[in-house]
């Protein structure tokens, strides 16, 4: 899980920060995978290095929507609802965070990394280092 802040103006002109969680599952992660016929990493990869806009706004919609969510006070459950997801697509925060995530590619990375359960984010980030080398 990460929480990511978020920082926009909401349609009464008042400037806010806001604080969003964003969790993946592996169950959810093998659901991404078997949708999109290869693994989250190489699928994020290849459309990354195709440098096809319309195709990464539409992965990072994708992964942005399926790990948004709101955490339970006890800790136990993260919901993700429409009704909730919904909300967030409709709000400036989810613009702002677009944008940001569109225009920097390490915060993208990050955010995505972040979302993944602990045990899978050392693997990944070692992944991408090789790639970088």
């Not at 195709?50 to 992965?59: A, F, G, M, P, Q």
Request: no cysteine; hydrophobic share 35%.
């Amino acid at each position: 899980m990460i929480k990511k802040t978020v920082k926009y103006t909401d349609f009464n002109g008042v400037e806010r920060s806001e604080d969003l969680l964003f969790n993946l599952t592996k169950t959810e992660l093998n659901n991404l995978n078997f949708k999109h016929h290869g693994t989250y990493s190489e699928q994020l990869q290849a459309i990354v290095d195709s440098k096809d806009i319309r195709l990464i706004t539409e992965l990072f919609n994708e992964i942005i929507t399926r790990g948004y969510g709101i955490k339970s006070e006890d800790g136990r459950n993260f919901r993700k609802s429409p009704e909730i997801i919904d909300d967030f697509v409709s709000s400036a925060a989810y613009d702002a965070l677009m944008i940001e995530i569109l225009n920097n590619e390490e915060e993208a990375a990050n955010l995505f990394i972040g979302m993944l359960p602990s045990d899978l984010q050392a693997e990944v980030r070692k992944e991408m280092q090789k790639e970088a080398k």
